[in-house]
């Protein structure tokens, strides 16, 4: 007995020391990945990134009516890409697909509430046998309430969550598993800058758009794990676009864009397979700042920021 005893505390003792120096020869791997993954940033500042061909694909692009969502069709439907398009504005997204075909494309419109579980199951199987395996799949569609979080309506914080996040799930677990597949197809979450930097008067938005980087980062890690690597995943974080979603924005570092200019900075980053979009730019870093100085200088950043939207404000102090 006393033999088994020592015989097992020795194969511990063997383990543990096995993991110590697997350690001593892991972190010294991990610094040497770092300095090459920031080389390689460096050189791709003065180097192109080489652009991967989508002709032929099929796209499908939740909230195409209008904004970015119009404008991102467009700049597929120029690469002679095969787009479905949804969304809950019948005349809008009819439109979109007209222009699409306009230029080259073939494109099928579908009338989509995203807000509705059933509705995009349904939908995606009509796609799935009437015009085949989508391949690219941007999830656009949101919606958003400009009021302070104690007024805004249970429905609408309830739907912004169902557009905004809930609806990926859905449309992923409808697509993607052909894509793993094949190991092949991308798969496009269009976040915010919200969902990184927050804002007042936005609080189930910012909240809805933080999980929507958080869903395209564990997605792009579940992929990683399963070893589909031939999935690639992206996520667009813009700034503020001029379209109608939010009224009358305005930023004194970074205005906001048109819907044509953001789509063009989308594709180049979806034909690079880049993970994370940020538009513009500078907004990374901005963002960067924002990790590193302390709060009240942080504070201070985003009060010279000066960013501006109209919004309401229903809550009322009852004391006053």
């Not at 963002?287 to 200088?297: A, G, K």
């Amino acid at each position: 007995m006393d033999n088994r005893i020592q015989t097992a505390e020795d194969c511990s003792v063997s383990r543990k020391q096995q993991k110590r120096m697997h350690l001593f020869f892991e972190i010294p791997l991990f610094l040497l990945i770092t300095f090459f993954s920031y080389l390689e940033a460096f050189l791709k500042l003065f180097i192109p990134a080489k652009k991967k061909s989508i002709s032929g694909e099929l796209v499908l692009i939740t909230g195409s009516a209008h904004g970015l969502g119009r404008a991102t069709a467009y700049e597929f439907a120029k690469r002679r890409c095969n787009l479905v398009l949804w969304d809950i504005n019948k005349d809008g997204v009819e439109e979109t697909a007209e222009e699409c075909r306009r230029l080259g494309a073939t494109a099928h419109a579908f009338v989509v509430d995203c807000s509705k579980k059933r509705e995009i199951y349904k939908a995606a199987e009509k796609v799935k046998e009437e015009i085949g395996d989508v391949s690219i799949l941007m999830n656009n569609a949101g919606v958003v309430a400009p009021i302070d979080v104690v007024s805004t309506d249970d429905h609408d914080i309830q739907k912004i969550f169902e557009v905004n996040i809930l609806a990926h799930c859905w449309t992923t677990k409808a697509f993607v598993p052909t894509m793993m597949r094949n190991n092949h197809g991308h798969v496009i979450t269009v976040a915010s800058a919200g969902g990184h930097l927050v804002t007042p008067f936005l609080v189930a938005y910012c909240s809805s758009k933080c999980a929507a980087v958080g869903f395209h980062r564990a997605l792009t890690a579940e992929l990683a794990a399963l070893g589909k690597h031939g999935v690639k995943t992206s996520c667009v974080c813009p700034m503020f676009i001029k379209s109608d979603f939010v009224k009358n924005p305005s930023s004194r570092f970074m205005p906001p864009m048109e819907p044509e200019d953001v789509a063009k900075q989308v594709m180049k980053g979806i034909l690079t397979n880049e993970s994370m979009i940020f538009i513009p730019p500078l907004l990374k870093f901005i963002l960067m700042l924002d990790r590193l100085l302390p709060d009240r200088s942080s504070a201070a950043l985003w009060k010279l920021h000066e960013l501006k939207f109209d919004y309401m404000i229903g809550y009322k102090d009852e004391e006053n």
